[in-house]
């Protein structure tokens, strides 16, 4: 059976820059706050005609440039999102419409945080199966319109950002490189710590103007419960990989965490025992941009000459769900 290697990567995020002391300006909050609790200074949000679909198609583009590949080449769109541009349908089939395909699968995957690593999972499955040669894997959000942008919401919305990062897999042939194993995990137990109520419905209307002001269209979420169990789940989802790949943290040339939050990420990084220049961080400048995390940051990662042909990368996410994951991949 072929392994799965990453062809291209890419992201984009929008142009619109908001710092902290822009947020302080229109909810009771301030950077040092805000640095101190995230090590977050700025995040992009969109402005007006920009979506998820818009953002995902960007970095596509720029993923098949690199990859030298016409849309047409592509099998199949694995898009990975929380926060998608409407209700239904998925936003998998607007970004093939933007794509100019007509005649290839596009499946969401709704696993927040989580989403990318999920979402490769599946992509994996397909490509060593030879289900599909040639898969978009997308991460995107627009976090922004979704959030409570006054003081009510600030533990929350000071922490996200939007973007979409991509990556097109395709099968190798070469024993030694591409994807080595996923581990994904999910712990419904905790689903209301971190979550949306509304629109859904489990209530009738689905929508109403009391849901609304209530503000239960907004994310919400208990920060110490996630940052507790964030701090000891992703460690486990690292050992995981380390262990069924019989390697030991000391093997590992970069661990690309979803970035969350950079406390939660130096107590992974403490946690596994990893070395600075082991850990990617990026959180200062994009916030947490969920699904979209991990493959910006790969991204980055390798125009910065952080992984070259052999190295093992480790993936690691933890959010909403509460869902985990990993994956250990020989570049
Ligand atoms: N600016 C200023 N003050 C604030 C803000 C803000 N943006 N938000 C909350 N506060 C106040 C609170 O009201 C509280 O005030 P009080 O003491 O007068 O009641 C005080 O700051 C401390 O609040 P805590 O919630 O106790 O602060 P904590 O140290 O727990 O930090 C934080 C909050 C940053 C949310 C933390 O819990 C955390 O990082 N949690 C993880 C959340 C996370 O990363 N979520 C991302 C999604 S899931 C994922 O991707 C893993």
């Given at each position: 059976m072929p392994r799965t290697e990453f062809i291209a990567t890419a992201f984009h995020v929008p142009e619109r820059v908001v710092t902290n002391d822009d947020l302080a300006q229109i909810m009771d909050t301030s950077d040092e706050w805000i640095t101190q609790r995230s090590g977050i200074k700025t995040r992009h949000w969109v402005s007006d005609g920009e979506t998820g679909a818009s953002l995902a198609t960007a970095a596509a583009r720029k993923a098949l440039a690199k990859a030298g590949m016409r849309p047409a080449e592509l099998d199949c769109i694995v898009y990975c999102t929380c926060t998608p541009d409407h209700?239904?349908?998925?936003n998998g089939v607007f970004l093939e419409r933007e794509l100019g395909l007509s005649d290839i699968p596009a499946i969401d995957v709704r696993n927040q945080c989580s989403g990318f690593?999920?979402?490769l999972s599946v992509a994996d499955a397909w490509i060593r199966t030879g289900q599909y040669r040639r898969v978009l894997l997308v991460g995107a959000e627009v976090h922004s319109r979704g959030l409570d942008r006054t003081t009510r919401g600030r533990d929350t919305t000071v922490?996200?950002?939007d973007g979409a990062g991509v990556a097109i897999l395709g099968p190798t042939d070469d024993p030694e490189r591409g994807v080595l194993s996923?581990?994904?995990?999910?712990?419904?137990?905790?689903?209301?710590?971190?979550?949306?109520?509304?629109?859904?419905?489990a209530h009738d209307p689905f929508i109403s103007e009391q849901l609304i002001r209530e503000g239960k269209h907004h994310a919400v979420m208990e920060g110490r419960e996630v940052f507790k169990y964030a701090s000891i789940l992703m460690p486990q989802s690292v050992a995981a990989a380390l262990e069924a790949n019989h390697v030991t943290p000391?093997?590992?040339?970069?661990?690309v965490p979803h970035q969350a939050n950079l406390r939660i990420i130096e107590m992974v990084q403490k946690a596994v025992g990893l070395r600075d220049d082991q850990v990617y961080t990026n959180i200062d400048r994009y916030g947490n941009t969920t699904a979209a995390s991990i493959p910006i940051a790969l991204d980055e990662a390798l125009c910065e000459g952080r992984l070259a042909r052999g190295d093992l990368l480790l993936l690691t996410a933890f959010g909403s769900g509460f869902t985990w994951a990993s994956a250990a991949v020989r570049w």
């Open positions: 209700f239904e349908p998925g690593i999920y979402g922490l996200f950002g996923t581990h994904l995990f999910a712990d419904g137990r905790h689903a209301e710590k971190l979550w949306v109520d509304a629109p859904g419905l000391g093997d590992v040339k970069l661990l």
